[in-house]
């Protein structure tokens, strides 16, 4: 059903028009979609008890100029030396899941549940099960900062004899101990938060019984909805639902019933117009994956001539080879090999290898910075309260891996940072405005490179065999 590139037809628009009447209706109560609400530095951090932020909605500032980052000398040296980015987005793993026992990094052994208990950590299996992970279930968990109400299954880590691979990444390059995922989740938006550092007020993906083809196909189906806030909120209801959130599990239901309906097809700025203004050229690499079709929301993209640089994975190699990659990228693996639970974690470690190998064997190696990390927090514990920024996060912590010849040798980088600082570097770097308040102040990562430092050479590993 999918439509080809183009502008709407006639019958488009009557569909949309049929469904933006509808739009406005409220949902009272949603606990069975979203999750049961029961125990089941430069970005900006949490304001003192009882104060809440200035600005609640990202996309309600215009133009905003951005926080004052790294020096002019690293900025000069980090254009200079980096001609490309890749932003490589996996799926559903938390900071403490895959590091928290790493050396040196702010991990951890314990947790705490929401009945008050402290438990070890357990070892972490090659298949987790699948916990979890909307926007409410992220409000449940950090619990106002208590980080407590975790599903009890979900309290596991891993050991480097688990995941060599992202263990010796960290080991050689820079591991980010401080990193959070931009929403409280899930991954259907926190990949528009990887394009636009806004969802356009959407708090989920399309669920079933929200879509009207048997499939996620967003603006090509007028008649699909999925949940968001409304597009009208005063600032004293913006401000009412940011203090249900600090309340986690007590305040999901009051929470809730202010969510509405809306088609997940809308326009708003993303990166990709900024670098297409500036010359700059950029695709998404995307794998096999319904959840995973962040422009696939997005009007201008979807219907107009951009749509063509969405490709297959696959095609990422093929450019590599060839000496077509663009500036940036963004890649992601099909599902299986995402690390989504219950995938496997060795699989998905397998295609970052071979993803990262080739990489580094290419003729791009010396001009390049890597951005490796993880969606949303799959449900899985972690101990670090995150930022309460805005109404949308920031969500749990999760891993990201900084890759470059210019990346610091086996440093952790403890800097705040999130999904919106890997468009506050490509902004830096590539001399582009931020799009809203939350790429204006993020970090712009240059912490994590010395470009005095002999480049580092390409690190080839070998893929392992995996349990059966």
């Known amino acids: 059903m999918s439509s080809p590139a183009g502008p709407p037809s006639s019958s488009w628009r009557a ?40 600005v609640l909605e990202p996309s309600e500032i215009a133009n905003p100029s951005p926080a004052p980052g790294a020096s002019a000398a690293q900025v000069a040296l980090a254009r200079q030396k980096i001609k490309h980015i890749i932003f490589v987005i996996k799926e559903n793993r938390t900071f403490d899941n895959l590091f928290g026992r790493y050396p040196g990094a702010d991990g951890a052994t314990q947790g705490t549940t929401c009945d008050g208990q402290t438990v070890t950590l357990g070892r972490a299996p090659d298949r987790v099960p699948d916990y979890g ?13 208590k980080m407590d109400c975790f599903n009890p299954g979900a309290y596991v880590t891993y050991t480097r004899s688990d995941i060599p691979s992202y263990w010796t990444y960290a080991d050689r390059f820079v591991l980010a101990d401080h990193f959070f995922s931009s929403i409280y989740g899930p991954t259907g938006v926190e990949h528009l938060w990887t394009f636009a550092a806004q969802s356009d007020r959407f708090v989920d993906h399309v669920r079933p019984g929200q879509l009207a083809s048997g499939e996620r196909e967003f603006c090509d189906d007028p008649l699909e909805t999925a949940f968001s806030f409304p597009t009208n909120m005063s600032r004293d209801q913006q401000v009412a639902a940011y203090r249900l959130e600090n309340q986690g599990p007590a305040g999901l239901q009051s929470l809730r019933s202010s969510f509405v309906y809306r088609w997940p097809c809308f326009d708003v700025k993303v990166l990709p117009d900024l670098l297409q203004k500036a010359g700059l050229t950029w695709k998404e690499y995307r794998g096999i994956n319904e959840w995973v079709q962040p422009l696939r929301m997005i009007r201008h993209v979807r219907f107009s001539s951009m749509y063509r640089n969405v490709v297959p994975e696959p095609t990422f190699f093929q450019d590599l080879h060839s ?27 397998n295609w970052t290898v071979d993803a990262l190998n080739a990489i580094m064997s290419s003729r791009y190696w010396n001009s390049t910075a890597v951005v490796l990390t993880w969606d949303d927090f799959g449900g899985l514990y972690d101990h670090v309260a995150p930022p309460h920024v805005d109404l949308y996060g920031l969500g749990p912590r999760v891993p990201a891996l900084i890759i470059s010849p210019w990346a610091k040798r086996g440093f952790i980088d403890h800097r705040t940072m999130e999904f919106s600082s890997v468009f506050r570097l490509i902004e830096t770097i590539f001399h582009l405005p931020p799009m809203t308040s939350r790429d204006a102040n993020a970090d712009d990562m240059l912490s994590a490179f010395d470009f005095h430092q002999q480049p580092q050479p390409p690190l080839i590993l070998q893929q392992r065999t995996c349990p059966t």
């Open 15 to 54: 569909r949309s028009r049929l469904v933006g009447a509808s739009a406005l209706v409220l949902v009272v109560s949603f606990a069975c979609t979203f999750g049961g609400g029961d125990s089941s530095s430069s970005t900006p951090s949490s304001p003192p008890s009882g104060r809440v932020p200035k």
């Open 133 to 145: 992970h909307s926007f409410t279930d992220g409000i449940a968990a950090i619990d106002g900062g």
């Open 323 to 349: 000496g077509t990659l663009p500036t940036v990228s963004w890649l992601t693996p099909d599902l299986g090999y995402s690390d989504h639970p219950p995938q496997s974690i060795c699989r998905g470690e």
